[in-house]
């Protein structure tokens, strides 16, 4: 309001003073107040007016989607009771079988197998097998039989203890042979063959005892301990007894494996000599009783591990003989192998050697045509050293190349010998074979490779390429240089089992102290030849008829093929059998 009257006296008083223009008037006016000014924004249009284009940006529309959750409804249904089998259900076990068939050159094979089946406390258990014939056919025009016979029978029995295992075994065994390889074409000296018994039988009668324990605890000791005693003897009552004892010791600590291998054995060989024309006994010299006795000791330490991919073995053999020139032998063992690729390379080396016995019967199941009165001498491995590389290439293919150096002492080789001794009513011609001892080296490339596709099929092939170097004698005599064998099986639709087996041995050195057609004698008056190589195919058809009833048909050397295993011995041709198989 103060502002009001003052400005409207300001008003009058500036209108009195334009009417008096002829007057001055001097008035000094003060306003107190409180007034506030206020500044407005000038707008003002541009000197240039531009014209300008409107441009709208669009809002960009999101659309959201809120979730709601569906509304189920739940109709609960009743579910039928399940019967769940935790163990597998065990297929019927047939407790034995009885196989038995008829082939040509009157061959007669048999074989029958009893057990009394599933049980916790033990189990008991009977096996025998026959293999006879009336041999080679051939027409060598003497009167020298060739049959043959091969018994063989075993009971045994085991008996579970807690976390131990008692097992033993009786067994004997029974093998006829005769010494039919003479060649009559050559200069033979001596009585009439057909008043001559040319024939060979041995009975072996044997036993073993083993007590075996399972502590799965680390750190816990298992043992296997076993004994064995075996008996000896042939048509002319040379006698050999064997005592055979191993303990095996072992413990795991901090995934180290520690063993120990303490063995023990003793052989005894007495020979009375031969006599060919059934007389009495003759004391002579040359044929007097001989004794042999050997004994060997041995301990064998190892310690294994396994580390990541790597397994390895380190130990020593330590071997004590009553025989030899060498009492005491001392082998590095040491054996290394690393997985590579989840076990498709498996690459592995190591070192190894032993002594083992040789004993009569090692000797003639060898060669069963070898003389009675064989020297023994135990066979020194000094030296294995192998490597190579093994594995797996998928769940049904596995494989194996590698190469071995051997260094052998005491090698046992079979030539043909001849004896005669009227006074004795002993002759041989060539026919038997004695048995000669040399050092050898040996470098063997070998490869092999398995197939298994479950009960479907299986096969296996494998190579051997041995190169010798003697010691004293000029050839590794009946060693082959070349060795192939061959081996499948084939399931079709569970009724046909088809197999075969094929092999082959390449050629072999042979050397006769009589003589050879077609060969010349060398300065020593031996006669030294080739054998040639063999090949030797047999083939199998099983058809089963149903799960306990089945027929086969078996033939042995196919391409009925001539070839000699063993100098002047040839062998069956063609061999066809025929039988039936019964499950009870």
Do not use: C
Request: aromatic content about 16%.
């Amino acid at each position: 309001m103060k502002t009001i009257l003052s400005f409207i006296a300001f008003v009058m008083l500036g209108a009195s003073a334009f009417a008096q223009v002829t007057k001055e008037i001097t008035n000094d006016v003060t306003f107190e107040g409180n007034r506030r000014l206020y500044l407005r924004d000038a707008n003002k249009i541009s000197v240039v007016p531009q014209t300008k284009d409107s441009i709208i940006k669009m809002t960009s529309i999101q659309y959201t989607t809120i979730p709601v959750p569906k509304a189920v409804t739940i109709d609960p249904k009743l579910i039928s009771a399940a019967k769940i089998n935790v163990d597998e259900k065990l297929g019927y076990l047939y407790r034995g079988y009885i196989k038995a068939g008829y082939g040509t050159y009157n061959t007669l094979p048999i074989d029958f197998y009893y057990t009394d089946g599933r049980s916790k406390k033990g189990t008991f258990g009977v096996h025998y097998q026959l293999l006879r014939g009336d041999g080679v056919a051939l027409d060598d025009k003497d009167s020298i039989p060739d049959r043959y016979s091969d018994n063989r029978a075993e009971v045994w029995g085991k008996w579970f203890l807690n976390k131990a295992q008692i097992l033993g075994e009786l067994n004997w065994e029974r093998n006829v042979n005769h010494w039919y390889g003479l060649d009559i074409k050559n200069n033979y000296e001596g009585p009439r063959l057909d008043s001559m018994d040319f024939k060979q039988r041995m009975n072996t009668f044997g036993g073993n005892v083993s007590y075996l324990t399972y502590q799965r605890d680390t750190g816990e000791f298992n043992l296997n301990a076993s004994i064995g005693l075996r008996g000896s003897r042939d048509i002319f009552d040379n006698k050999e007894n064997n005592f055979d004892l191993l303990l095996h010791g072992r413990t795991l600590k901090d995934n180290t494996l520690y063993s120990m291998d303490v063995g023990f054995n003793y052989n005894s060989f007495s020979y009375f000599g031969p006599d060919m024309l059934g007389n009495g006994r003759v004391d002579d010299p040359f044929f007097r009783n001989r004794n042999w006795d050997n004994m060997i000791l041995k301990f064998i330490p190892t310690a294994s591990t396994t580390w990541k991919g790597l397994r390895a073995k380190v130990g020593a053999g330590i071997y004590v003989e009553g025989r030899g020139a060498t009492p005491g032998h001392f082998y590095p063992l040491a054996e290394a192998s690393y997985n590579l690729f989840d076990g498709v390379v498996v690459p592995y080396i190591g070192v190894r050697g032993s002594t083992e016995p040789t004993t009569y019967l090692s000797l003639y199941r060898e060669n069963p045509f070898i003389q009675t009165f064989p020297d023994l001498k135990n066979k020194n491995n000094k030296l294995d050293v192998y490597g190579g590389i093994g594995g797996s290439i998928s769940h049904a293919v596995s494989y194996s190349v590698g190469v071995n150096y051997y260094e052998w002492g005491n090698f046992h080789y079979f030539i043909n010998d001849s004896i005669t001794s009227p006074a004795d009513n002993y002759y041989t011609y060539g026919n038997v074979f004695t048995v000669l001892y040399d050092d050898l080296t040996a470098m063997n490339f070998h490869g092999e490779l398995a197939i298994f596709s479950g009960e479907k099929w299986k096969a296996n092939i494998r190579g051997d390429y041995y190169k010798y170097t003697t010691g004293v004698q000029e050839h590794a005599w009946h060693q082959p240089s070349i060795k192939f064998l061959a081996n499948g099986q084939y399931n079709l639709r569970k009724k046909f089992i088809i197999g075969a087996d094929i092999f082959y041995i390449g050629e072999r050195w042979a050397k006769s102290t009589v003589p050879v057609h077609g060969e010349v004698a060398l300065t020593d008056g031996s006669y030294q030849y080739k054998l040639k190589g063999f090949l030797d195919a047999n083939f199998k058809v099983e058809y089963r008829y149903n799960k306990r009833l089945s027929a086969w048909v078996q033939f042995n050397n196919t391409l009925a093929l001539k070839y000699q295993r063993w100098s002047a011995y040839p062998t069956q041709q063609f061999l066809a059998m025929l039988g039936a198989a019964y499950s009870f």
